[in-house]
C-alpha cells in the first residue's frame, strides 16, 4: 500500500498515467495513439493487446511483408488433405456413376484420369473417384479349423439361461442381442 498524498511510493502507476497524457497530447487522433500504445511489445516480447485477445492487432504502422501474413490455425475442422497414389490397373469406385472401375492411363489435363468401366473409357478428375479396396483372401486352410478350439464357455450360456428366468418370472423380454428389456411403467389414475 501506498501512502495517501505522496506520489512517489507509486511511481509505477504514476508513470503510466505520464506517458498516456503525453502521448494523448501529442496524437490527433486518440483511438490511433492508444492502439499504437497497446500493441508496442512488453519485455517478454508479448504487446497487452496479444496477451488480451491471443493474437496480434494490425496498426497503423507500416509492417514487412513476411511478418504481416497472420498464421492459420489447423482445427479439427478443417480436413483437406491430398489424395492418396494411384496407378495403372488399379481397382477405383467412380462417385458420380456409382460403378466400379480400373485406371487405363494418366489423361493430359492435371489430376485426371482415363477409368475403364463397364460402360466404357471415361476421363474422370482424381477427387471424383476414390480408391476400392482389395477383396481379402475368404479361402480357409485346413490349418484355420485345427486352431479353433471345440470348447464353448459354459458362461455365456449360463447368463443366457438367467436372463430367460428372470424373464419368465416378470414382464421382462430378452432381445436378440441379449439386452434384457421391460415394458414402460405408465401411471394409472
Known amino acids: 500500500m501506498s501512502s495517501p498524498r505522496f506520489a ?13 497524457k503525453n502521448m494523448l497530447k501529442k496524437s490527433e ?3 490511433n ?13 508479448y504487446s497487452p493487446a496479444e496477451l488480451l485477445m491471443g493474437r496480434k492487432l494490425r496498426t497503423l504502422l507500416p509492417v514487412a511483408p513476411k511478418n504481416s501474413c497472420t498464421k492459420i490455425t489447423q482445427h479439427s475442422r478443417h480436413r483437406a488433405r491430398p489424395f492418396s497414389k494411384v496407378k495403372t490397373n488399379d481397382r477405383v469406385w467412380v462417385k458420380d456413376q456409382k460403378r466400379r472401375g480400373i485406371i487405363k492411363a494418366e489423361s493430359n489435363e492435371p489430376r485426371s484420369y482415363i477409368i475403364e468401366t ?6 474422370r478428375n482424381r477427387r471424383h ?5 482389395e477383396k481379402p483372401d475368404t479361402k480357409i486352410s485346413k490349418n484355420t479349423f485345427e486352431t479353433i478350439p471345440n ?11 438367467n436372463q430367460t428366468d428372470q424373464s419368465d418370472k416378470s ?3 430378452v432381445t436378440k442381442s441379449g439386452r ?4 414402460p411403467d405408465k401411471l394409472d389414475l
Open 29 to 31: 487522433d486518440q483511438y
Open 118 to 123: 463397364d460402360s466404357g473409357e471415361i476421363r
Open 171 to 173: 414382464d421382462f423380454y
Open 33 to 45: 495513439s492508444l492502439l499504437s500504445y497497446r500493441t508496442t511489445p512488453l519485455a517478454n516480447g
Open 180 to 183: 434384457i428389456s421391460k415394458p
Open 151 to 161: 470348447e464353448i464357455p459354459i458362461y455365456n450360456n449360463e447368463l443366457r439361461d
Open 8 to 20: 512517489q511510493s507509486k511511481g509505477l502507476a504514476e508513470r503510466s498515467v505520464q506517458t498516456i
Open 129 to 133: 473417384f476414390s480408391n476400392f479396396p
